[in-house]
T-cell receptor
Framework: SQELEQSPQSLIVQEGKNLTINCTSS?????LYWYKQKYGEGLIFLMMLQKGGEEKSHEKITAKLDEKKQQSSLHITASQPSHAGIYLCAPTGNTGKLIFGQGTTLQVKP | NAGVTQTPKFQVLKTGQSMTLQCAQD?????MSWYRQDPGMGLRLIHYSVGAGITDQGEVPNGYNVSRSTTEDFPLRLLSAAPSQTSVYFC???????????FGPGTRLTVT
């Protein structure tokens, strides 16, 4: 079965700093979802990457899929307290069954 | 659109009691699913449905029943609650199996 490993597991950054979260798959990564969860709330869909080399941006968040490395990276530019939360990745496919990585917890200090 | 709604937001049950967690979506999505989220275990799929009248088991279905009589609603029934079912439950929906899923706000369930 496909497993996803996210790194780092947790991250504390000063407001305004850039950061990167990685998601590495044990098998070929044909596509990937990125979600964000704030404590006590549901998951918010951020973006979907569907092919190797694809890069998408939403506001200050950019995600890229490196199919050869079986990895995706999520980069936040000039972090803000509103970016705090748990970031989760899950491969596409699996007939709709989302299999998430363990998550990366981000804290942004004002 | 309200998106995906879940009720109740919080619930406390005693062991052996039964209850139904409600989930509804107003986006005309065909695919709906239930997950539970536990510390250290992440999100695990309980049951899912690819359309009205069709349901299937996920990773951890024991102790839970579902039905899908309409496109909009996908209730999750706990037949006889156990402390191991203490968790946060999320309902999600998507246009189809190959599309991104949208999650409800969750139901925090405690079984004593």
């Amino acid at each position: 079965s496909q497993e996803l490993e996210q790194s780092p597991q947790s991250l504390i950054v000063q407001e305004g700093k850039n950061l990167t979260i990685n998601c590495t798959s044990s098998k070929t990564l044909y596509g990937l979802y990125w979600y964000k969860q704030k404590y006590g709330e549901g998951l918010i869909f951020l973006m979907m990457l569907q092919k190797g080399g694809e890069e998408k941006s939403h506001e200050k968040i950019t995600a890229k899929l490196d199919e050869k490395k079986q990895q995706s990276s999520l980069h936040i530019t000039a972090s803000q307290p509103s970016h705090a939360g748990i970031y989760l990745c899950a491969p596409t496919g699996n007939t709709g069954k989302l299999i998430f990585g363990q998550g990366t917890t981000l804290q942004v200090k004002p | 659109n309200a998106g995906v709604t879940q009720t109740p937001k919080f619930q406390v049950l005693k062991t052996g009691q039964s209850m139904t967690l409600q989930c509804a979506q107003d986006m005309n999505h065909e695919y709906m699913s239930w997950y539970r989220q536990d510390p250290g275990m992440g999100l695990r799929l309980i049951h899912y449905s690819v359309g009205a009248g069709i349901t299937d088991q996920g990773e951890v279905p024991n102790g839970y029943n579902v039905s899908r009589s309409t496109t909009e609603d996908f209730p999750l029934r706990l037949l006889s609650a156990a402390p191991s079912q203490t968790s946060v439950y999320f309902c999600a929906s998507s246009y189809s199996q190959g599309h991104e899923q949208y999650f409800g706000p969750g139901t925090r369930l405690t079984v004593t």
